[in-house]
């Protein structure tokens, strides 16, 4: 059993920007890939960025060139710098792993974290 816990959110003015963390209770690389993804009031949960083991990265289309994903191995946490934070950017964001293969047959959530953006 793997453990997810987020911090990091907060209240941020359009145009600021927050980092969020995510530490797991084991190794990120005995993982497949670590992700971060949101979820607004009433829409589905998306995925915002991946990181996989061996370091490819993926973003959602509306985050490219804002938003980076990193890691830290040895303290077993990943973050997700946001910058140039939109209202549409407000979100509960929910840290996830991805275990064993790219199909992603062991999945795992945090409790999330609250992102608001408001002036």
């Known amino acids: 059993q793997v453990q997810l816990v987020e911090s990091g959110g907060g209240l941020v003015q359009p145009g600021g920007s927050l980092r969020l963390s995510c530490v797991a209770s084991g190794s990120i690389f005995s993982m497949y890939a670590m992700g971060w993804y949101r979820q607004a009031p009433g829409k589905q949960r998306e995925l915002v960025a991946t990181?996989?083991?061996?370091?490819?990265?993926n973003f959602a289309d509306s985050v490219k060139g804002r938003f980076t994903i990193s890691r830290d191995g040895a303290a077993n946490t990943v973050y997700l710098q946001m910058n140039s934070l939109k209202p549409e950017d407000a979100a509960v964001y929910y840290c996830?792993?991805?275990?064993?293969?790219?199909?992603?047959?062991?999945?795992?959530w945090g409790q999330g974290t609250q992102v608001t953006v408001s002036s």
């Open positions: 996830n792993a991805c275990g064993a293969t790219i199909l992603c047959e062991y999945v795992y």
């Open positions: 990181v996989t083991k061996d370091g490819r990265r």
